[in-house]
């Protein structure tokens, strides 16, 4: 059975910085991706930010670029989002998510079969 914890989020001014961490466990990760997804009150579901298991490829919302860095800890079966310059606007509980998600379709949220409890990000101005 696949479990993910995340685990990092919290409350940090504007132009702070935190880094989440997922953990990973349940199977062998090989070819998968993994992927962290936002979701703000009143708001869907949307993509931050995927890599790759095995090649570290990786993908961002343009929102994020240039702010966030995804990485993989593959001995330890951890992903992480290091987050910086944050903005009151990336307030949402963020979730990491993983699957057999063909790159390229990596920003869909319906592709990814297991999902994190979610840890809350706040932002204040």
């Known amino acids: 059975q696949v479990q993910l914890v995340e685990s990092g989020g919290g409350l940090v001014q504007a132009g702070g910085s935190l880094r989440l961490s997922c953990a990973a466990s349940?199977?062998?990760?090989?070819?998968?991706?993994m992927g962290w997804f936002r979701q703000a009150p009143g708001k869907e579901r949307e993509f931050v930010a995927a890599i790759s298991w095995s090649i570290t490829t990786t993908g961002y919302a343009d929102s994020v670029k240039g702010r966030f860095t995804i990485s993989r800890d593959s001995a330890n079966n951890t992903v992480y989002l290091q987050m910086n310059s944050l903005k009151p606007e990336d307030t949402a509980v963020y979730y990491c998510?993983?699957?057999?998600?063909?790159?390229?379709?990596?920003?869909?949220?319906?592709?990814?079969?297991?999902w994190g409890q979610g840890t809350q990000v706040t932002v204040s101005s």
């Open positions: 349940g199977r062998t990760f090989g070819s998968w991706t």
């Open positions: 998510a993983t699957g057999a998600v063909p790159w390229g379709v990596h920003y869909t949220p319906r592709r990814y079969d297991y």
